[in-house]
């Protein structure tokens, strides 16, 4: 996903389309107004009691905590992100696994896979826009982002073709090198050149390790490397130069 908005977009989609399909056949209500209801029972639940945050009692539950689903004798096919019936079900269950970081990340006492009403509390924020300072952009981007479609590909090609290769995206900071033919001579030249790469590789440690902050993250280097003087008036003098728009 390469925005929070193509999330939402096929996120309501799917969810809407299965729930219609599978859980309530006579539902005649709008994808809009099937929003706003689903929107207003996490928002609720999460205004309950202390109890409601183990004990969820969601009329449009996205999942459940596999404990309580075997010892109250639940079917999952009743949660759309473990329904066989869903399609997108793999997906949607390693995007669950992101999104518990995430919800971790922001309240080392939570997460989102037990505590489920803190999760769809946590879902209700996003989807409904609410401005909220622990939503940081960085993770807000992992929010998306763990959605991950696989790629389709052609596996027979021919001398001549010209191929449109695919922006290749992963959690981990892999970055697409080229394709390679059996004896591991690259066929294809990357469009990306070193400067880009090792650019986009430092920009992903820092957004992910240090959440975006570049004196965070020269900190800890500086904790534990020695620098000598010469690197340091190196950069000292790159400093000076960006403050002059050179």
Known sequence: MNSLNDFSTVFWNEYYT???TYIDTSLTDNLETFKTNVLEDWKENSLKDSTALTVCELKYPLYESENYINENDLDPNDYFMLASTNQNREIWQTWLKGFDKIVNNINADQDALTLVAVGHYRMYEVLAGLSKSHWTETRLKSFYKSYLIDPEFDYDYYYGDV??????????????????????NKIVTSLVSKDEVQAAEINEMVEKTFEGSLPAFIAAFTKHQKISEEEIDAVQQMIDRYRKGE
């Open 18 to 20: 299965w729930y219609k």
């Open 163 to 184: 191929v449109e290769l695919p922006v290749l995206e992963s959690n981990d900071g892999d970055i697409f090198r080229g394709w390679f033919d059996e004896n591991n």
